[in-house]
């Protein structure tokens, strides 16, 4: 079954700390993976896409990487602020899937200043 | 450039009752896809359109269903609506040419059955 994993579900820092979000996924003949953002009771903000033949991603303060061998990504947040407080969601589009997406439940990030 | 669209924004129904929920995709793309994400869970996919055809569903009932229009919005309808089918509704879009690409989603619309 095709799954994806992301532990732990929320995870709570100080100001300024670089952290480390990761989502595995269960086969590795993907399309893609793709890194949202939600903040509450909104709509999914699209982080970084990370193709399936690629190795990372960068956009700011923000570094995907991908190994499909392992089915792991981490999505790696520098000098974190309050306002990357949200929901993060790993989502993984599976060959055959015809750009179905697959979701993990998501990793609730809150920021302290 | 208009992102993705979704209409209404909130909605309350009861329990036996019909709704409609429509989606206009970021302009230049032609693929609309329906997820459900009950709270505290990752989005599931409900369904795919593209030229007007359903072209992949996921694990939803019947009561669920949809459309595209030639302009390629989208349309969701539930029928007999459950307690269960409580949650927000989003819609993504995607060019549909060149391969699976990055899906943009809209900002959904919260669907409340009582």
Redesign the interface.
């Known amino acids: 079954k095709q799954e994806v994993t992301q532990i732990p579900a929320a995870l709570s820092v100080p100001e300024g700390e670089n952290l480390v979000l990761n989502c595995s996924f269960t086969d590795s003949a993907i399309y893609n993976l793709q890194w949202f953002r939600q903040d509450p009771g909104k709509g999914l903000t699209s982080l970084l896409l990370i193709q399936s033949s690629q190795r990372e991603q960068t956009s700011g303060r923000l570094n995907a990487s991908l190994d499909k061998s392992s089915g792991r990504s981490t999505l790696y947040i520098a000098a974190s602020q309050p306002g990357d407080s949200a929901t993060y969601l790993c989502a993984v589009n599976y060959q055959g899937g015809s750009e179905k997406l697959v979701f993990g439940k998501g990793m609730k990030l809150t920021v302290n200043p | 450039d208009a992102g ?1 669209t ?1 209409s209404p924004t909130h909605l309350i129904k009861t329990r036996g009752q019909q709704v409609t929920l429509r989606c206009s995709p970021k302009s230049g793309h032609d ?1 609309v ?1 329906w ?1 459900q994400q009950a709270l ?6 409900i369904f ?1 359109y593209y030229e007007e055809e359903e ?2 569903r ?1 694990n939803f009932p019947d009561r669920f269903s949809g459309h595209q229009f030639p302009n390629y919005s989208s349309e969701l309808n539930v029928n007999a609506l459950l307690l269960g089918d409580s949650a ?1 509704y ?1 819609c ?1 879009s ?1 060019p549909g040419q060149g ?10 619309t ?1 669907l409340t059955v009582t």
């Open positions: 993705v979704q693929t896809s997820y505290g869970q990752g989005p599931q996919f795919q072209r992949q996921g927000l989003l993504a995607t391969g699976p690409g990055e899906q943009y989603f809209g900002p959904g919260r």
